[in-house]
């Protein structure tokens, strides 16, 4: 069952340059929904302007930022009917950007590190929320937080996990306190998909940016051949684990929005619903020697060495 009107609902989306956000306001635009999208470069916005209908508006938004934050909440109220106050309301709020470099081992980060990571993926969407619950109040709507299986399963050294956890916690909390006001929260748990967030350039050359800082003393304790070791399995991992179909994504944020019914997680990509998720309810033992024993595989795999039983995955 589906909720009507979709030419008279506006939905809000963070993170609109590229993959899932980018994907979903063309997605929404086509069904007729009012799509407003933020970008954080002009390139982005203008991409996505170029390849939308005349309905669909774009705007700037560092998520970063609440000075920034706080004008397109401005923008959006203009949009959907006057000021905050007396505004019709804001059907749906998509919290989409997201950084995830720097990763790597944890004795390899600065505290900066961190907070880099966490600001955009956790703080920005916790602000970016909080200044739009008046208008999600107004019109009784949704809010999709877009996490990730690692916030169910933490793979990776760096403040990507932390973050999805962080915003796993932040939705549950919100889903309990907006249900009084008929707001309703989903939470999206992807797994392994070829956006901006997986690029194997862009990670293996921060990778390279963290061990060129490293003290010899760190250096030597993992030895010189570990920087290559791990971004050859880096590669050939995110080679065979991302997938190109994004829709699968924006289908579950799709649904999350139009359903009457929405559910509150939805896993996205089938190795988040058959390998990553039913692994985190396990035993943290059995799942760390899961992920150790395929790590092991993927090194093996990545250097030519044939691993039985490897196609399972």
Wanted: hydrophobic share 40%.
């Amino acid at each position: 069952y589906k909720v009507d009107g979709f030419r008279d609902k506006h939905v809000f989306i963070t993170g609109c340059d590229s993959g899932f956000g980018n994907l979903l306001a063309k997605q929404l635009d086509g069904k007729g929904f009012q799509v407003i999208a933020a970008c954080l470069t002009e390139k982005g916005a203008a991409d996505l302007t170029a390849a939308t209908s005349p309905r669909l508006k774009t705007l700037l938004l560092n998520v970063t930022d609440s000075e920034s934050i706080r004008k397109a909440v401005e923008f959006v109220s203009t949009e959907v009917g006057g000021e905050v106050r007396r505004a019709a309301g804001l059907w749906g709020l998509v919290n989409n950007a997201g950084r995830s470099i720097p990763i790597g081992p944890t004795d390899w980060m600065e505290m900066e590190d961190f907070t880099k990571v966490l600001d955009v993926n956790l703080i920005g969407l916790i602000d970016v929320t909080l200044q739009f619950i008046p208008l999600l109040k107004k019109a009784r709507g949704r809010v999709v937080n877009v996490a990730s299986i690692l916030g169910r399963l933490n793979l990776v050294g760096g403040g990507y996990c932390p973050s999805k956890w962080g915003v796993e916690a932040f939705s549950d909390s919100l889903r309990k306190d907006m249900s009084h006001f008929g707001v309703k929260v989903s939470i999206i748990e992807p797994g392994f998909f070829k956006t901006a967030v997986t690029s194997v350039d862009l990670i293996n050359a921060d990778m390279r940016r963290l061990w060129t800082r490293l003290p010899q003393h760190v250096k030597n304790a993992y030895g010189n051949t570990y920087l290559e070791d791990y971004t050859k399995v880096q590669d050939f991992s995110m080679r065979m684990l991302c997938s190109a179909d994004l829709s699968q994504v924006t289908r579950c944020m799709e649904h999350a929005l139009t359903a009457r019914f929405p559910r509150t997680r939805y896993g996205a990509g089938w190795d988040a619903k058959l390998f990553w998720i039913p692994l985190s309810y396990l035993p943290s033992f059995v799942a760390d020697f899961v992920v150790k024993t395929f790590a092991v595989s993927l090194k093996l795999s990545s250097v030519g060495v044939k691993v039985p039983g490897r196609s399972f995955f």
